[in-house]
Nanobody
């Protein structure tokens, strides 16, 4: 019905950059809010950043000034540009997309690993 495909994770040295992408496909009328979350082993899954359908953004304090969330509505895609990466950013990153399909609901991506070495 609706699938989210994440890409862009990998291994990077501290201070480096990565860009994550999450594309929604399937039976989609429109997309509402979109966001990125991350979860390190043994820790809670926490919000990194989100963006409304109107483009309003919100960031966790730990990533403000370093990460930028954006969206391409024509492609049903949300991005997370991550700069000045720190080892503390190491986690599995998940996208969440609010999809208007047969009904309005949230979908989660399968996660992509981001590892930042010191």
């Amino acid at each position: 019905q609706v699938q989210l495909v994440e890409s862009g994770g990998g291994l990077v040295q501290a201070g480096g950059s990565l860009r994550l992408s999450c594309a929604a496909s399937g039976t989609i009328l429109s997309i509402g809010n979109m966001g990125w979350y991350r979860q390190a082993p043994g820790k809670q899954r926490d919000l990194v950043a989100d963006i409304t359908s109107g483009g309003r953004t919100n960031y966790a304090d730990s990533v403000k000034g370093r990460f930028t969330i954006s969206r391409d509505n024509a492609k049903n895609t949300v991005y997370l540009q991550m700069n000045s990466l720190k080892p503390e950013d190491t986690a599995v990153y998940y996208c969440k997309v609010q999809v208007y399909s047969i009904r309005l609901r949230d979908y989660w991506g399968q996660g992509t690993q981001v590892t930042v070495s010191s």
